[in-house]
């Protein structure tokens, strides 16, 4: 019979859109005891789930919740996916990565104060900042990203190698007024994080500054036929494909198609005529990492309200020759 699981040590790993959370947890991933077997708990705003597929590609043992913020399915889905983790995996870590739109107290407090108490150690929330966005008032006004960062117990400036003189001075104030005082501030490029910061003690004393500032307006879709989501919240839509198993794509293709596309973020996992590609780019960088074979073609792309055009047809001028038989 299997002992009761307690205390299995936890983590949110958080941070607005674009910032590195994905490429973060691949590094710890990489960083893991070899003896030691843990487990992701994924949300993403959109429909399609990206992270999941990343992840999984990479070997880790994931769950998703799609289509929302944690913060709004903190209830049944939100226990259910940490259940069914807990009960498959008796996982040694349970890393959590909440969508970059979502207010992670409400995450906190189930975790902390909900049916999970017993079973979970809730130890040091990390957020990654982008510091040049620190220059931008649509982010320093969003009450999401401000209580990402005020309720984080480590605070990492991720990018610094993009980073001026000016955003490195903003983000070291943004640190230095945390009240209380951070666990731990640093600076990376890749989302490259020492494993030793998962085990730096959560402070319970932080508070939310707008805890009550996240409220859903969700207008989704699926067109079951043609695998397209769409997805809306908090100023931002998604727009979500899901490719059929055999789609193969040209590579130099997608890429000027994506330099082109005026919007917030593009995360992507293709097959192409160069092979398994994870797409990322955030701010009209594009970057290319080679991945694992995944199930299908998918794609996810977030925009500001208004901004995004169905592009369906633009991907589907992208494709080529169906994949080859293994």
């Known amino acids: 019979m299997n002992e009761k699981l307690t205390n299995i040590p936890t983590n949110l790993v958080m941070g607005f859109l674009g910032v590195g959370k994905t490429t973060a ?167 490259q994080l020492d494993i030793a910061w998962l085990d730096i ?24 036929v043609r695998q397209q989501f769409k997805n809306e919240a908090d100023g931002y839509q998604s727009f979500g494909y899901i490719f059929p198993e055999q789609s193969c794509f040209d590579y130099g293709q997608l890429n000027n198609l994506f330099s082109r596309l005026k919007v917030e973020r593009i995360k992507g996992i293709f097959y192409t005529n160069k092979g398994w590609f994870i797409i990322n780019s955030v701010d009209g960088i594009i970057d290319n990492v080679s991945s694992p074979a995944s199930s299908n073609s998918r794609i996810e792309i977030i925009a500001k309200k208004g901004e995004l055009q169905d592009i369906s047809r633009a991907l589907s001028q992208c494709k080529v020759d169906d994949k080859l038989s293994e």
């Open 25 to 191: 947890i691949l590094d710890l991933l990489k960083q893991k005891p070899k003896n030691e077997n843990w487990a992701v708990l994924v949300n993403e705003f959109g429909k399609v789930g990206i992270d999941g597929a990343i992840f999984t590609a990479a070997g880790a043992t994931v769950k998703e919740i799609s289509g929302g913020c944690l913060c709004c399915a903190v209830a049944l889905p939100f226990q259910v996916s940490i259940n069914r983790l807990l009960k498959e995996v008796r996982p040694d870590r349970l890393i959590i990565e909440p969508t970059g739109l979502g207010h992670p107290k409400k995450v906190l407090d189930m975790l902390v104060n909900g049916s999970f108490k017993e079973v979970l150690e809730v130890r040091s929330s990390i957020c990654l900042v982008d510091p040049e966005k620190l220059k931008d008032p649509r982010y320093t006004s969003h009450e999401n990203f401000i209580d990402q960062i005020a309720l984080a117990d480590v605070l990492v400036a991720n990018k610094m190698d993009l980073a001026g003189t000016e955003a490195s001075s903003l983000f070291h104030h943004w640190a230095e007024k945390s009240n209380p005082l951070k666990g731990l501030v640093a600076q990376t490029t890749q989302g």
């Open 201 to 224: 003690s959560r402070n319970p004393q932080r508070q939310a500054l707008h805890p009550n500032a996240h409220k859903l307006i969700k207008m989704s879709s699926v067109d079951s």
